[in-house]
């Protein structure tokens, strides 16, 4: 790495400072970040369109969970723009085109963190480098994970989180612009495209959804990487102290623009202050040690012993100086030793084993830990996936309320309204007349469930059984979907429909059923409602 090539200032700063260090790299190189990544991103987007709408049926919310896919791939997108950051920083430019044709080479590592952790990852961006960049992989890529990420990766999760919610305001308003075109004349509402529902309007909405979206991810991704890139630039230089390293590759550059007068004054000026301060050679006359007292407590004296050999001289400079080199010592930044009280256990600590594992164990230990935490978050993820597809429709309301669809057959019967005749009762007794007598039967029983899907919502499976539609309706009668008389009318049609279909035996009259289904049932009986 050359740093003495780098194009920032790069020194020790906070986080904050480093993430405004990030959008003032992303100014310099705006307009060739934007065409290397709208390159990428607008393709994946449209692709993710087609699916949309040539298979909205494998699709949750009217297909438009097919966007997701641009979402949980937009990790490997941005290590384009990265690519063209980090070689900017460094000087090489490098055009859009030639960013494009290495960005293949250039997704490598990650893959189950970034597939697996990617909803819950929103510092994500400060590790893209990890692999990237420096090529780390396996252990080494964990070991650099921690060490970046420490004081660094909370400011990149919040950094991350702030982004999606700009990307949500940016849709928001998207929404809110078209809105103000799309709401009629007179009242220009901009929300009125949230409070739109009915299926007619799906395909709006939907066309609305993708533009939103493109156009948030468009306007914010290139931001995220920029920013998350000297996040992690400015945590290498804390660590490795680039500032320093920097600092000594110049000085060769300052010391060749040195005259060699200067030079030459500099080293007669050491020179001469060594003579002045090396001792003379003269044989040593035993002065008394020096012996300084300082009391530092009441338990305990401090005792400095001054172990210096010094020889004997008349010079007045000289003992001045070591007067002053006395007095230094006997200061309080000189002693060496504190008392202080405090408590201490009673009893000794026994020392403990050492219970260390094997390096072997360890490492399947955390291979092990390592599984279980992904199998956990795939477990976590595919839980909040079933939840969302199974009440998805409590939570989005985009599509509108399903239209509720009723059984059209029940026991080799077509229960649908237009199949039965304008008087139920009147038709059943003629069929009765003319000796028809299971048809008869079988016209009371059909009409009587027609009329409870139809006008009560009786929600009745295809395939179910007579029993099954009794249960139901039992069930239906205990929530107050309708009264008592109904059910004890569709009871009566029921056992009298299942023994004369399975076991042959019909009553000697059907007139008193059907006028009891006449006066339950009839829609002109009752006017014009059950």
Known sequence: MQLDQLQLDLRPRTNAQALDLGFALLRANALRVYAVWLSLWLPTVALCSILVFMMPTMGLWGGGSWLLLAWLVRPYLERAPLYMLSRQVFGEQVSWQETLRAWPGQLGGGFIRLILLRPFAAGRGLYQAIWQLEGARNKSARYRIRVIGKHTIGSASWFGAACANFEGIIQIGFFAFLGLFLSDAGAMN??????????????????????????????????????????????????????????????PHVVEKKTVTSILATLFVLVLGGVQLWPAPAHAQGDPKAIINKPICNKEQLVFENRTERTATQDPDIQKTRQQVDAIYRDNDFQFYECRESWAPKFEKKNKENTKLDPETQDTIKNIALTLKYLFIGVAVALVLWLISRYRGQLFDFIGPEKVRFATEVGGLDIRPETL??????????????????????????????????HHHLQINQGATENDCLDRARQALREAQFGSEIFTVLEMCTTVWLQAAYAKQFPNSITELCNHWKKTFDLRSNGGGV
Do not use: K, M
């Not at 066309?207 to 914010?220: E, N, R, V």
């Not at 003629?430 to 899907?453: D, N």
């Open 190 to 251: 901009p929300f009125s495209l949230f409070f739109v529902t009915g299926e007619e309007h799906i395909t709006l909405l939907l066309i609305c959804s993708i533009l939103a979206f493109t156009l948030g991810g468009a306007i914010i991704g290139p931001i995220y990487v920029a920013c998350c890139f000297t996040l992690y630039l400015n945590r290498r230089a804390t660590l490795e102290a680039w500032d320093l390293e920097i600092a000594l590759r110049q000085l």
């Open 421 to 454: 005749p304008d008087d139920v009762s009147a038709s059943a007794l003629e069929l009765w007349g003319r000796g028809e007598r299971r048809a008869a039967i079988g016209l009371l029983y059909r009409a009587s469930l027609a009329r409870l899907v139809e």
